[in-house]
């Protein structure tokens, strides 16, 4: 930020760039924080079992096959939800100037706000996909209904932000432009709204991540946002002459979509991991503790009449009882 500032604005013998300052800052920081992973990952004590970043291996075909499977889905489904925003914000520029920076504005503070959801989600990916290499069920569950719950939480104070103090975020953005206050100001209701199935959404998507689930998502982000989303932001914004906010309409209606589809899936995936996960566990039981029954033995040591743990007479192999190696029953 204030690499931002000074090179927008100038300083001393620095010449005010503006906007161009601001790409440049960007641009900057970015390469300043790839050099610095590098050289934290290179240098990384915990990191040297998996050698040298510098060092190049021969590619090979199944592990890349294995991340296009899982990437490519994801990112197709990363472009179907940027692609509606994108789109939109070209379909503003017909409606009007004003509306178009209006637009700017709100879309400007939804993107603040969303950070905190996105960075929810990739905790949670994380989490689910931890627990579910370590086979633990509960906790596959635990970590996408908590991330949903503080996705929910989040949102919703974001949404009151915006809901309250929509004219003044509109005036930090645009100082003096007054005509543009009540545009985003009916801009930033709608996206108040759509806070809570934003985060939502993100986070389930995160969840599914987790499990390894992208492909079916990945059609549920394009029935969403361009089987129901657009063509209603397109039918309201146009076809009923409700401008800008019949096109955010749509993506209300989008989101929603996708929230609720995602979170269905989650839950499906959630009863198939539990489904798998208890054949395991009963597989598991059967081969590491085979039935015994408990015999009484004739003529043994211990007496007449005595009692010991013996495998059935259909059951074969080697076993061991609760004292040692059993013996036959006699």
């Known amino acids: 930020m204030p690499l931002a500032i000074l090179l927008a604005f100038g300083a001393g013998p620095i010449p005010a760039l503006g906007t161009f300052g601001l790409g440049l800052a960007t641009a900057i920081v970015l390469s300043c924080e790839v050099i610095g992973l590098a050289w934290y990952l290179q240098r990384a004590s ?30 197709f489904a990363w472009e179907m939800e940027g692609g509606l925003f994108f789109v939109v914000a ?9 509306w178009a920076a209006a637009h700017q504005i709100a879309i400007s503070v939804a993107s603040v706000a969303f950070m905190v959801p996105l960075g929810l989600a990739q905790a949670v990916t994380v989490r689910v996909g931890h627990a579910r290499g370590a086979e633990d069920i509960v906790g ?29 975020l509109t005036r930090l953005y645009a100082p003096g432009a007054e005509q543009l206050v009540p545009l985003a100001v009916q801009l930033m209701f709608l996206a108040g709204i759509f806070q809570m199935s934003d985060g939502i959404q993100v986070v389930a998507a995160g969840a599914l991540r987790g499990l390894k689930d992208t492909q079916l998502p990945m059609y549920i982000t394009a029935l969403s946002y361009w089987g129901i989303g657009f063509p209603l ?3 309201l914004g146009f076809g009923t002459g409700l401008g800008a906010p019949g096109l955010w309409i749509g993506f209300i209606a989008g989101l929603t979509m996708a929230a609720i589809l995602l979170n269905w899936r989650f839950v499906v995936m959630l009863r198939r991991v539990w489904r798998h996960g208890a054949g395991e566990r009963s597989d598991r039981i059967a081969v590491a503790a085979p039935p015994c029954s408990l015999q009484r033995r004739k003529g043994a040591r211990g007496g007449p009449g005595s009692m010991s743990w013996a495998r059935p007479a259909h059951q074969s192999g080697p076993w061991r009882s609760r004292n040692g190696p059993a013996r036959p029953v006699l």
Request: proline letters at 4%; zero cysteines; a positive charge.
């Open 233 to 235: 932001a397109w039918g």
């Open 140 to 168: 596959v569950r635990r970590a996408g209904v908590t991330g949903l719950m503080l996705a929910l939480a989040t949102q919703t104070f974001s949404a009151a932000v915006m809901l309250i103090f929509a004219a003044q």
């Open 90 to 98: 070209l379909l503003m520029g017909r409606i009007g100037g004003d």
């Open 46 to 75: 915990w990191f040297k079992r998996f050698g040298s970043i510098l060092k190049i291996d021969r590619p090979q075909r199944e592990p890349i096959r294995a991340l296009l499977a899982l990437g490519l889905p994801m990112a």
